[in-house]
């Protein structure tokens, strides 16, 4: 591993989210100190330098997302003042008819770009943690997840001017059953209808906090004890593959689960699958059913707070990466039924399994991200313990340390081969 | 390029040992992954959820929010390009071969032409990397400083490659003959013993034998078969004061430098029978030796006699006593398999040869720190994947090109995996992509490999194709892309336009027809962004993105209504030429071709207002009406318009029944806003007026409705289709 580059300040207060743009040329930042920056690398040297930078939110911003570039040049953030917000950026001397973004007035950027506020979406009853632009061939939209518990997919009505978003579905994820069943009979007796979903979500969450008030959490990595923003929605991620329809890997609540759920426009969304350690997916299910189960020896629980679904690249199945704060990265292997054309009709949908295939507790601590590169070959993980992992298949497709960053100073710190002043960014 | 490594960054954050300290500030660490290069972008973030910022201010310093950026690939330098690029070559003509062997069928790689073809390839490939060994250890005189790659690595690769193609890539026709003059070859080409220097030293001597290094240098030379240095300096014990040793020594000079060698024979019985009377000379030889009475086989430096034995015993072939020299002279298990092959078994085959070398391996294991060692143990041992997993360990290139060989030769595996779906060729080869893949700049290299990879390849490279660096944007007037940068939008535009051309052709290639839609719409957005909406039309014409044209269209309306006519009729001129070309495209959807028909005609009109072809331009706007080109929403402007052309006073530029036209639609505007409805037929005209409300707008189109009547006045007096009325047949098209 070696360094390549250092932004030295890249905001006054902490950073929460840092987004890469589809060509990796950009680079999104935000922090708790409610605004958003737009750095711009430049190849021929490897340094960031700011484009714009603005106040974006009333709170802190917790995540950002790029929209694929044959929508434009779009932005979406999201806020612990429980809205999202949809940005284009527009060359100068377009007149949009919104004003542009407070920034440029306090404190003129170099740039002449502007990016404008082309919607606000308000729908979340509590911070958003994250949001995340579904893959591009199925339009312009979506999908947020906030501490309500709901997963929400928005769609963008009218490309030309962003302003119109559709909330095309609202999901309480803790609510949705754990799996789809084959027969209709148990899904109505499992789906509770809109009006009791909220009802539930509201119980649930409950449950949720008394788990997590009576069982000693791991490690000491849970400074919102008590808080009821500890929980909630935490993680959202596309399946990015178009032939499986709108897929999305969700999680929610400290039962350690990673839901799966299929959107389509004809049907409610349903749960394709449940990643769970146990073996009877059921018992993990966190719903208004389960709440004398939390009495009982439950697992010490613990929240998945982060999912990164795997670009597929040809693949017969899905890789899924899970880290959770009982400081386990994991990579499920998901795979669609083999046998889906078995049948055609009503609950006929393909079985979908999934397998642990990889699980590390290198980190040792809670693990705060995992992502993939582009084709899926490489996975990252950031832990508490102030390292990055990157993690590789061998050719015996047994998933193996790829080396690893970390923030503490080595042995042969003064050693190593970082050449600092080329890349330094003073801001 | 020890990926395996961990990497400190820089400036830490915490001491050592203190990593606790660091989440105990109400931090956590957090990364993403670049779609550029796999970089990894590191930072510190906010130990979410909800901690508010004023409770860990005092535990860092505010204004210091680092963003690492860290990578597990070192971006090839020049020289390191150099050898991918031209090594890509060689690969691709490999990739030709095994194309046309699947169209003639899978034997046709087993004769001669096909062997003899492969051969080629594998020889480009060792005089290749042997060039680049001799430029590489050349480079510290450079001015650019060390190559990225020492040359101790380029000559790794040259010999692992060599050992290969002794090994696995025979000529053809002598697959089956013995090999032990073919890996002596190879032996003393890429691993030098004894050194010039020591010989040097040594026949700088009055007595030679007097020097410690003398026997071991004599004993390495015969070992090695290098026959003239070592006739040489047993012929300076011609000196020695033994008679015994004076008398043998003469008798192992000419026996040294008569060893039968493969290559001096015709046939291989030739070749055995004389080895064998060669063998019968040694024997005789020895029986002479063991003549030697025990008191005369010292002098006074040595045993002289136990020396001699050892020489005589590699020449005959003695197993135990190879090694034993081996050992001494601190020669590894390769130099044994290799005398092997030479004194103990002439005839040794390929085939054999596993059997013998994992016998010697297990006395004298390879270095399993030196993954060359174990890369050339595997080779000799007959596991060529697990060869593979050392090659890549030295380099990946060096495990995709050797797995790609292998395969073509049926050496490994050529099922998948199960598991992963990958075949071992295809796993080498795409990890070696993914190295690639660490530099932008080789993204058509990258490409062909994972190309070459199977459907996961394939999709692969999809994801870099549609990913290939085109964003150069205008910063205000400073551009930031790849290349130099300019203050002149044009070319950084024709920049634009021949990457997306590069990657289009490449595309057409693979037939990847939907990553080069992809890559089409993206350009006609930056296309639109920078206001070059010809260039924008045609890529979304070429990605098939009607929709996509609807909007570079409505973009180009709106410059109507942000700048006024003149700037509009000048954006048309440069969409007008497509229209031609996307009307005659099959599958083009009628509504968004028929709005692209509006904006040319309409900047048509424009134009004729403008050159006062006020004839025209009221023909124009007749028949853009009759043939309902005009989107509704534009109904009000054209109406306003209009008002100019009813009022001309010199003649009257409509006929009776356009001017009835004119009239109803204005009717239908009015009563449309009486419904509820007036948005959708005067938004073009509200916009135009800013800030202008619905009734501003009605009020304007009053204007048009005196206008029509005071018209129909006229032409009630001068009579209804009268000879002042313009007779003109409108001209339909454009």
Known sequence: MIQTGLIQSAHNDLVTDVSYDFYGLRLATCSLDQRIKVWQLDESNGNWSVEDD????????????????????????????????????????????????????????????????????????????????????????????????????????????????????????????????????????????????????????????????????????????????????????????????EL??????????????????????????????????????????????????????????????????????????????????????????????????????????????????????????????????????????????????TVGNVWRPAGSVGVEQTEDQQDADVNMDENVVAD | MNVTGHLGLFPPLVPPGHAGDFLQSGRVLLSTTSPLNDTLAVFAAANVPGVQSSQHTAVYSSDDQP??????????????????????????????????????????????????????????????????????????????????????????????????????????????????????????????????????????????WQDETFWPYLLRA???????????????????????????????????????????????????????????????????????????????????????????????????????????LGADWKEVCVAWGVFTDTRLRRQDLPDIVARILEEMPPDPTNPEDMMHAALFNGDPARALIHAAHIDPWLGAHLADMMEVLSLIEIEANEESGLSLRNHYVLSYAQYLHSDPALWRITVAYMFSCGEIGIRSADEVLARVPMGLRRTGDKLIGSGEKTTEGTSNLTDLARVVKDVNATCYEYQREEVRRVVCRIAAQIFVQEKEYGLALSYCSSAEDWPGLGRVVDRVLEEYIDAGPDQF?????????????????????????????????????HQRLKNQDLYDAAADLMSMFQEDLVPKSWWGAILCEAVTLIQHNAVLLFSYASACILLQRLEEVFTRADQGSGDDYLRVLMAKSKGSTLQDALTRLQATRLALAKYFARCAMIGTGGKQIAERRFSVGV
Request: proline content about 5%; overall charge negative; hydrophobic content about 35%.
């Open chain 2, 67 to 208: 963003i690492f950026f860290a990578s597990s690939e070192v971006t090839p330098s020049s020289e390191r390009r150099l050898f991918i690029g031209d090594t890509s070559i060689i690969f691709a003509a490999l990739q030709n071969l095994t194309n046309t062997a699947r169209a003639r069928g899978p034997e046709w790689l087993q004769n001669e032409e096909g062997q003899r073809m492969i051969r080629k390839l594998a020889m480009d490939y060792i005089n290749f990397t042997k060039e680049c060994w001799i430029h590489a250890s050349q480079a510290p005189s450079q001015p650019e400083g060390s190559p990225q790659f020492s040359d101790d690595h380029y000559r790794s690769l040259y010999a692992c490659l060599s050992l290969f193609a002794v090994l696995y890539v025979p000529e053809y026709g002598f697959e089956d003959a013995p090999v032990g003059d073919d890996l002596m070859e190879w032996l003393n080409i890429h691993f030098i013993e004894p050194s010039t220097e020591e010989g040097d030293h040594l026949s700088g001597l009055e007595r030679p």
């Open chain 1, 248 to 393: 999305i890997a969700t999680g929610c609540g400290i039962s350690g689960v990673i839901k799966i759920i299929q959107i389509s426009p004809s049907r409610r969304p349903a749960t394709l699958l449940a990643l769970t350690l146990d073996a009877s997916p059921a018992s993990h299910a966190v719903s208004s059913e389960t709440t004398t189960a939390a009495d009982a020896d439950v697992p010490t629980p613990y929240a998945v707070t982060s999912v990164a679904w795997a670009p597929s690249c040809g693949r017969s199945y899905h890789l899924i990466a899970t880290g959770s704060r009982d400081g386990h990265v994991r990579i499920w292997r998901v795979k669609p039924s083999e046998d889906g054309d078995v049948d055609d009709g009503e609950g006929g949908d393909p079985k979908w399994t999934g397998s642990v295939v990889a699980d590390f507790d290198h980190h040792k601590s809670a693990v705060g991200r995992v992502e993939w590169n582009i084709t899926g070959t490489v996975l990252s993980s950031a832990g508490n313990d102030g390292r990055v992992r990157l993690w590789k298949a």
């Open chain 2, 569 to 605: 009729t000048h954006y048309v001129a440069s969409i007008a030429p497509s229209l031609q070309a996307v009307r005659t495209q099959p599958g083009a959807q009628g509504i968004f071709i028929h709005r692209l028909i509006f904006a040319v005609r309409y900047a048509e009109f």
């Open chain 1, 54 to 245: 603005w106040k974006a939110h009333d709170a802190a911003v917790s995540k950002l997302s790029w929209a694929h570039p044959e929508f434009g040049t779009i932005l979406a953030s999201s806020s612990f003042d429980r809205t999202v917000k949809v940005w284009e950026q527009t060359s100068y001397g377009a007149q949009g008819e919104s004003q542009p973004n407070g920034a440029s007035q306090q404190q003129p950027t170099p740039s002449s770009s502007r990016w404008m506020e082309r919607a606000v979406l308000v729908e979340a009853r509590g911070t958003v943690r994250a949001v995340e632009f579904a893959p591009h061939h199925f339009g312009l939209k979506l999908a947020t997840i906030s501490s309500d518990n709901q997963l929400r997919i928005y769609e963008c009505l009218e490309q030309s001017s962003l302003s119109n978003w559709q909330l095309s579905e609202e999901v309480d994820v803790l609510a949705l059953p754990s799996s789809s069943s084959q027969s209709s009979h148990s899904v109505a007796f499992a789906t509770p209808t809109q009006t009791s979903a909220a009802l539930d979500s509201a119980s649930a969450s409950l449950v949720a906090q008394a788990l997590q008030q009576s069982q000693a959490p791991f490690g000491q990595s849970r400074p919102g004890m008590g808080n009821r923003e500890a929980d909630g929605g935490w993680c959202i991620s596309w399946c990015k593959d178009r032939y499986w329809g």
């Open chain 2, 222 to 328: 015969t070992l090695r078969g290098l026959s003239k240095a070592a006739t040489f300096f047993i012929g300076t014990l011609s000196r020695h004061s033994s008679a015994d040793l004076r008398r043998l020594s003469g008798q192992v000079s000419p026996l040294l430098s008569s060893q039968p060698r493969l290559q001096n024979f015709s046939t291989e019985r030739d070749f055995a029978y004389a080895s064998h009377r060669w063998k019968d000379k040694i024997k005789t030889l020895r029986i002479e030796m063991d003549g030697v009475p025990e008191a005369d086989r010292q002098d006074e430096f040595d045993n002289w006699w136990d020396r001699l034995s050892d020489l005589i015993g590699i020449l005959e072939g003695r197993g135990e006593v190879i090694q034993k020299v081996c050992e001494d």
